[in-house]
Structures are given as structure tokens and as C-alpha cells.
């Protein structure tokens, strides 16, 4: 049997689970398993600069394609610490990534030794799992272990802490012979399947709410064909977005507080029936229960079984992988409609359309500063169906989901129940790594921009190029908006006058040297007409240097952007003008047909 140190064991082990990408920081306890990396090779490094950036990369990185693992790496102590918050984020979303932290040796972890802190008891509520591991022996099973949790069932992260003396301890492990473990995911029966299409299709104006697990499970196309043959309209959620395309006939605009369209909230008042597929009633889409619930019937399908019943009581509940239970929905729905037992949905559908051919936001503005909205429309118009979009939180990111396009999964990579400031840069360096061939464009506010800006650097020693859109009023936006409720204006201006820079007036920090330090193109744009040049120089300038380039459009400081301030989807507020004219909207998915 062949003789290798733990830490050569793991590094074996991941490339045999497909691995072939990490991000990190290395450090003293850690060290043993980054000179197995550099002795067994077949796995590119992508040095952080931050290991809770390395953890976002990590994120970015799974989220872009099906069967992704995104792998981050850190010493002991801190560098465990600072990952929570990407575990945390992925535990969220449903996100496998393997953190893999060093510890202090065996002997003295609980004798308050240097960075020796019980990193597995802390990562506990936000992972599947999270082991230090205390025998060298079990190195290989606990691996094995993670990589089937990670994909079992609904996909999250795991965390395994490794003893600096664990790590060199030898082992008898023959990679040659290794093999993952089957993955298990639970999956829809016929008979649950038939009930539910029955209940569907006794509905006069049902609806599909498709969320991020139709994307985990890989199954847009299923789901588009399954909305196809029974003529249902489709809401996205934030999530999973992309899961139908924009421009689909089907696709009747997101639902919610925020994030959301006037026509899909619009359209989902008038339903009588949903059908929810790999979402979890994310309150910011449902706002109030009893306004979302009331004349509807609800069956809902979701991977984790504890996942139904959770927010409200659905009148049927289905536990099964997205895709499994879609396959068996297609099959049904092609042997009903050969019988000729679905119902026509064509004056529903039709409906839909219409509100979404009339229920627009205004994006088109001249005003000098900018105001938001026309920094994406003509977002739009230079970035093309094939674009990555990659966003977190804050009043840039609900206003882009209100007003941008997205054709494709995965092109919409959202940070969705934990939004932490911070994380667009790095997990953009996350996306760009994995799938270097597609455009990726982040968009962030100046906070969420500040948060992490380090990770600019990676980009450019990495030669990891795509376009940051950097939209600032030097203002807390969202926090801002939200404190109208308490009629103040508190500690969530950022803005003052840079003695460096005075041209900015009080827009403070110079977002355009801070990102040419870094190593990094950036162009400021304070005309809107400007704004369409600027993102195709943009594009230009990353193809040619290979590096992040950031556009920072100067924003009028204080806009406001529609959203419910009742918790109600009913009750969507509307702070700026609405499109009465084609001119108004005029990268809308359905032009203006009438005001």
C-alpha cells in the first residue's frame, strides 16, 4: 500500500472528486497541505488576498457552471474566522464549496495555543458539516464524506480542520483506487407527480415559481419545457433567475418587495394557483404571508424535506430534487396533452404579456449626475444575452434586477439570503476564473465596492480580467432608503471633499486611483451620454490587459427605488416617474404598447 502524509492524502483526493482550482492564503498551520499542493500539482492556486475573499471566489467559482466545487483555503485562527461569512453565504444559497483551514497541533489545541480556536464548533450552523479531524487515519474517509454531503440531498458547504501534526503524519492511501461515494438526492414519485399536474390543471390562472434549485438540479430546460407544453407562465425567483429566459413568452417577470417587476407582481395578484420548484419563500419575495397566500392554492417542491411547511402550509408538498421531479412533470404533461387533458392557457398567458408589455419603469433620464436607472439601461444595450452578471446587495443590485436582462442560468450570480458587503469582487474573480471564455460584468454599489477592494489585486497578478460597474452616490443607499421609516438620516453618508482629489467634489474616494493602484483600468463617467462608450472601452481594455476594469458612474446622491414599504407585494411603491412612452423604457423586453 503506498505511503503518503495526510495532507498529499487530501490533495490526492480532491482531484479524484474533480477538483482542479482552489483559493487561498496560506499560512504556518496550513503549510503541510500547500506543499502537497505544490508536490502533487493538477490543481490551480488563485492567491487571495483576503481568505474571506478566497471564500467568495470560492463561491463565484461553484455557482458558475453545474458540478462545480469551489475549494478555499486558510490557516488556522482568523483565517477560519474570516471564511464564516462565505459559509454562511453558501449554506444560504445552496451552495457546495469545501473550506479547508489548518489548526494548531493535536496536543495543544486546547491549551489557548497561538490561532488554535475551535473553528469546527463555530462553522457548525453554517455548514453541513464541520470536522477537525484528530487522527490522520480518517483523513481520506472524512474527504470522502465531505464531497457526499456536499452534493447529497440540498447541496451546501462543508468546513474540515486539519492538525498541523495531522497533515504530516504518514498514511497507508492508494489514490489509484479511490472513488467518490454515490450521491443521493431525493426524487419525485409518479403518483405525487399526477396529483400535483391535477390540482394545476384544475386552476384557471396558475402560476410556476422557479427558484434556484431548478438551477442547482441543472433543469431550465426541463422547466421551460414543462411551462411550454401546459402553456404556464413562469416566475423567476432571484435565484433563479435565468432559469427561463427574460425574452421567453412564458416568463411573467419576478415577484416581490424589491426585486421584482410591476408586471409580475401584477400577474401573480390575478393567479389562483402556484407552483413553487426548488424555492424557499424567501420573504423578500413574498413580503406578507396572508397578501400572498389569500385565493391561491400552493404545491410545492423542494429537495429538503424540512424545507416544506416552513414559511406557510402548502396544500400539497413534494420532497425531490428539481430536476427529478420536472422529469416526471414533462413526461405526465406530454401524456396529458396527447390525450388532449390539459387546459388552454393562451388568454392567461396572453394576459401576462400583456401587463408586461405595459407595466414599465422609466430608465431613461439625461439628468447631470446620473440618475441610476440610465446606467442600466445602457448596461442593455452594451452587454450582450451571453453576459455573467454578478451582484450581492444593496439599491444597485435590487435596481439591476428591476431593469436588467437575463437569458441564460447561472448568468444572474446573486448572493441571495446572507448579501454580504464585500463579496462582488471576489466571487466576480470566482466567476471569471471558472468560465474565462464569457463576459463577466459585477455590479456594485460604492459600499459594497469598498468592503473588499483589495481583491482588485488578484485580478491583475492572476491575469483575471471582467467589468466592474461601480455605480456611486457616496451614500449608504439601501440603509438610507430603509431609515425613511425613522425619519432620519443617520451615519450613512460616505461623502467628502478629497483633498487628493478635488475634482470629486464631496464624492470622496477616488475610486479610479484606488483601482490603478491595484493594478487595475478604470474610467469614470459623470454624463449619461457618455455611459455606452465608456462600457465598450471597457470591454476593450480587459481583452487587452487582462485585467478587472472598473467603470464608475458618478449617481445624483439620493434616489429612491420602488420597493414596498408595507411588506406588501400589492404595495410597491413607485418613487420616480413611470414610462409612458416607448422613449421611457426603451431596452424594455416588450416595448411600450400603450400608456
Not at 462543508?158 to 489514490?175: C, G, K, S, Y
Not at 384557471?204 to 422547466?223: S, Y
Request: hydrophobic residues 45%; aromatic residues 8%; glycine residues 10%.
Amino acid at each position: 500500500m503506498p505511503r503518503m502524509t495526510a495532507a498529499r492524502a487530501a490533495v490526492e483526493i480532491l482531484k479524484r472528486e474533480g477538483v482542479d482550482t482552489a483559493f487561498g492564503v496560506p499560512g504556518a498551520a496550513i503549510n503541510p497541505f500547500y506543499a502537497a499542493l505544490k508536490e502533487s500539482g493538477g490543481i490551480q492556486h488563485t492567491l487571495a488576498r483576503h481568505v474571506e475573499g478566497a471564500s467568495h471566489m470560492a463561491e463565484g467559482y461553484t455557482r458558475t457552471a453545474h458540478g462545480n466545487i469551489g475549494v478555499c483555503i486558510g490557516t488556522s485562527g482568523p483565517a477560519g474566522t474570516d471564511m464564516i461569512t462565505g459559509l454562511y453565504s453558501a449554506t444560504g444559497d445552496s451552495i457546495p464549496i469545501l473550506c479547508i483551514t489548518g489548526q494548531a497541533p493535536t496536543s495543544v489545541i486546547h491549551k489557548e495555543d497561538f490561532q488554535a480556536v475551535d473553528i469546527a464548533a463555530i462553522a457548525a450552523p453554517v455548514t453541513k458539516a464541520a470536522t477537525t479531524v484528530l487522527e490522520a487515519a480518517q483523513v481520506p474517509g472524512v474527504f470522502q464524506k465531505a464531497f457526499h454531503l456536499m452534493r447529497s440531498g440540498r447541496p451546501g458547504p462543508v468546513l474540515i480542520d486539519l492538525p498541523v501534526d495531522v497533515q504530516l503524519t504518514e498514511i497507508e492511501f492508494d489514490p489509484e483506487t479511490y472513488e467518490p461515494l454515490p450521491v443521493w438526492k431525493p426524487a419525485a414519485t409518479r403518483r405525487q407527480i399526477e396529483k400535483a399536474l391535477a390540482m394545476m390543471t384544475a386552476a384557471q390562472r396558475p402560476l410556476i415559481v422557479a427558484g434556484g434549485g431548478v438551477i442547482n438540479a441543472d433543469a431550465a430546460g426541463l422547466l421551460v419545457e414543462f411551462a411550454e407544453l401546459t402553456g404556464t407562465p413562469v416566475v423567476p425567483t432571484l435565484m433563479g433567475w435565468g432559469a427561463i429566459p427574460d425574452d421567453h413568452e412564458l416568463n411573467a417577470g419576478m415577484v416581490g418587495l424589491q426585486t421584482s417587476h410591476r408586471y409580475g407582481n401584477a400577474t401573480f395578484l390575478e393567479s389562483d394557483f402556484v407552483l413553487g420548484i426548488g424555492n424557499r419563500w424567501a420573504n423578500r419575495h413574498t413580503g406578507r404571508i396572508n397578501v400572498y397566500t389569500k385565493g391561491r392554492a400552493f404545491v410545492h417542491v423542494d429537495i429538503e424535506p424540512t424545507q416544506i411547511g416552513k414559511i406557510f402550509a402548502p396544500d400539497y408538498g413534494i420532497t425531490s430534487d428539481a430536476g427529478a421531479a420536472l422529469e416526471l412533470f414533462v413526461e405526465v404533461a406530454r401524456e396529458l396533452r396527447a390525450a388532449g387533458e390539459l387546459p388552454d392557457r393562451s388568454a392567461w398567458a396572453a394576459s401576462a404579456r400583456e401587463r408586461k408589455a405595459t407595466l414599465h419603469r422609466r430608465t431613461h433620464f439625461d439628468d447631470i449626475p446620473i440618475k441610476p436607472q440610465r446606467v442600466y439601461e445602457e448596461m442593455n444595450r452594451a452587454f450582450g444575452p451571453d453576459t455573467r452578471y454578478v451582484t450581492t446587495i444593496g439599491l444597485s443590485q435590487i435596481a439591476g434586477a428591476q431593469m436588467l436582462h437575463v437569458y441564460r442560468p447561472r448568468h444572474w450570480i446573486n448572493c441571495g439570503q446572507a448579501g454580504p458587503l464585500g463579496w462582488t469582487v471576489p466571487a466576480a474573480l470566482g466567476v471569471a476564473k471558472a468560465d474565462p471564455g464569457t463576459p463577466v460584468v459585477a455590479l456594485s454599489g460604492d459600499y459594497d465596492f469598498q468592503f473588499m477592494i483589495e481583491e482588485l489585486a488578484v485580478g491583475a497578478q492572476h491575469r483575471i480580467p471582467y467589468v466592474h460597474v461601480l455605480v456611486n452616490n457616496s451614500y449608504l443607499g439601501l440603509i438610507r432608503q430603509a431609515q425613511r421609516a425613522f425619519d432620519i438620516d443617520f451615519q450613512v453618508n460616505l461623502e467628502f471633499e478629497n483633498v487628493n482629489s478635488p475634482e470629486l467634489g464631496v464624492y470622496g474616494v477616488d475610486h479610479v486611483k484606488v483601482a490603478e493602484g491595484l493594478g487595475c483600468k478604470a474610467i469614470r463617467v459623470t454624463d449619461p451620454a457618455d455611459l455606452g462608450a465608456a462600457f465598450e472601452q471597457a470591454k476593450k481594455l480587459a481583452a487587452e490587459y487582462r485585467v478587472p476594469v472598473v467603470v464608475e458612474a458618478i449617481l445624483e446622491r439620493v434616489t429612491n427605488i420602488a420597493m414596498s414599504v408595507t411588506n406588501d407585494i400589492g404595495n410597491v411603491v413607485e418613487f420616480e416617474e413611470l414610462a409612458t412612452e416607448p422613449g421611457h423604457a426603451p431596452t424594455e423586453i416588450i416595448p411600450l404598447t400603450s400608456p
